[in-house]
């Protein structure tokens, strides 16, 4: 069992940054696949960014290409993901998945455990 436990959201206006950061019960947590999810409502979840058990590989969804960062240290059993030059349309929870898998996905139903979600709110 991995538990996930995101931090970092809250408000934020247009053109702001946010660091969520999403943290992992388990000291093997090197050898998950992390993505992150986030939901608007009235809206399906979508995929944001992942990153592989050893962060070799990473992946950006077009809407965010070039602004946000994700990253992991593993010693601390974190997943980061810094938020640059936010937008209203960021507006959202934003949730951590894991699985133990090393190869990226998209698709929520292919990740094992995740994180209770974390609101970001961007004003404009």
């Known amino acids: 069992q991995v538990q996930l436990v995101e931090s970092g959201g809250g408000l934020v206006q247009a053109g702001g940054s946010l660091k969520l950061s999403c943290a992992a019960s388990?000291?093997?947590?090197?050898?998950?696949?992390v993505g992150w999810f986030r939901q608007a409502p009235g809206k399906e979840r979508e995929f944001v960014s992942g990153i592989s058990w050893r962060g070799g590989s990473t992946y950006y969804s077009d809407s965010v290409k070039g602004r946000f960062t994700i990253s992991r240290d593993n010693a601390k059993n974190t997943v980061y993901l810094q938020m640059n030059s936010l937008r209203p349309e960021d507006t959202g929870v934003y949730s951590c998945a894991a699985r133990a898998d090393q190869r990226l996905s998209g698709q929520p139903h292919e990740y094992e455990y995740w994180g209770q979600g974390t609101q970001v709110t961007v004003s404009s």
């Open positions: 388990r000291r093997t947590f090197s050898m998950y696949t």
